[in-house]
């Protein structure tokens, strides 16, 4: 069984606020989202330990950006997104 069998996959879009760590402007940058939403219906023929598996599973939310480009006309450059969270569960 693979995830792509339990979750429904889209992309999403959330806006953060982060300041530049070399120029120090705070900007709202875009940041991209892969949102998995467990299925209505679980697939068929899961023997007990899938099933198991698949009624534990939850909806959750995975960071695709991991690196983002100041907005500041002089500076430009990239820097890491400062939180370390990369996965959220809804």
Known sequence: MHERD????RQEVKTANYPCP????????EIRWLKRVKKRNGPRNLNAQE????EKSRDYMVRVDDQLMCK???CRKRF???????VVFI
Request: contains cysteine; negative net charge.
């Open 6 to 9: 339990i979750f429904d996959e």
């Open 22 to 29: 070399f120029c120090r402007e705070r900007n709202d940058y």
């Open 51 to 54: 099933r198991a598996q698949y």
């Open 72 to 74: 500041n006309i002089r």
């Open 80 to 86: 890491e997104i400062p939180s370390s969270q990369t």
